[in-house]
């Protein structure tokens, strides 16, 4: 089974920071990654797929990248909306999730 | 626009098994993948397995197989998920998802979640 690390599991930033968030693969899953941003009781949402591809609708601050087995979420400059758990996801065989990170208010 | 709706909350007591529904609709149902993800309270996601609604094959992860069981009913559009011999840790929210199979199978669409509490 492909195993997910995220890290890391808690992140206190500010309005205004950049913010990166890393995703480590047990074994290469070339580009097939996704992002996720979940609010507490609501359903996650679709941020990123294929590692950098933003979803449509998607704020142009989150941006993707990496390939193989490391990965980033990027916020460019973190709005108060952004307060948020991230998760990525492994979709090159079934489809782990990493751990979760919760970006929290400094 | 694409929606996938799913039951209500369950309660349900240990050993006994439950059957949540995921009802799709804005899109064409046999044309996209199905998954199911689930989450215990204050914990992460934890994908489950897939169905395939145009010929109703699903596979699930090792520690569900045996125990769940994914169905599809093209008439209605709507997958299930049962699963049996419940225990307390299934204690979780489910989600259903969809996918693309021509884009690849993140998770494009979410249903509301269903609530399943298992409580002697």
């Known amino acids: 089974d492909i195993q997910m690390t995220q890290s890391p599991s808690t992140l206190s930033a500010s309005v205004g920071d950049r913010v990166t968030i890393t995703c480590r693969a047990s074994?290469?899953?070339?580009?097939?990654l996704a992002w996720y941003q979940q609010k507490p009781g609501k359903a996650p949402k679709l941020l990123i797929y294929k590692a950098s591809s933003l979803e449509s609708g998607v704020p142009s601050r989150f941006s993707g990248s990496g390939s193989g087995t490391e990965f980033t979420l990027t916020i460019g400059s973190l709005q108060p909306d952004d307060f948020a758990t991230y998760y990525c996801?492994?979709?090159?065989?079934?489809?782990?999730f990493g751990q979760g990170t919760k970006v929290e208010i400094k | 626009q694409v929606q996938l709706v799913q039951s209500g909350a369950e309660v349900k007591k240990p050993g006994a098994s439950v059957k949540v529904s995921c009802k799709a609709s804005?899109?064409?149902?046999?044309?996209?993948?199905l998954h199911w993800v689930r989450q215990a309270p204050g914990q992460g996601l934890e994908w489950m397995g897939i169905?395939?609604?145009?010929?109703?094959?699903?596979s699930y992860v090792q520690k569900f197989q045996g125990r769940v069981t994914m169905t599809r009913d093209t008439s209605t559009s709507t997958v299930y998920m049962e699963m049996s011999r419940l225990r307390s840790e299934d204690t979780a929210v489910y989600y259903c998802a969809r996918s693309n199979p021509r884009a690849g199978d993140y998770l494009d669409y979410w249903g509301q979640g269903t609530l399943v509490t298992v409580s002697s």
């Open positions: 996801q492994q979709y090159n065989y079934y489809g782990t």
């Open positions: 804005g899109y064409s149902f046999t044309s996209k993948y």
């Open positions: 169905i395939i609604p145009s010929d109703g094959s699903a």
């Open positions: 074994q290469s899953i070339s580009s097939w």
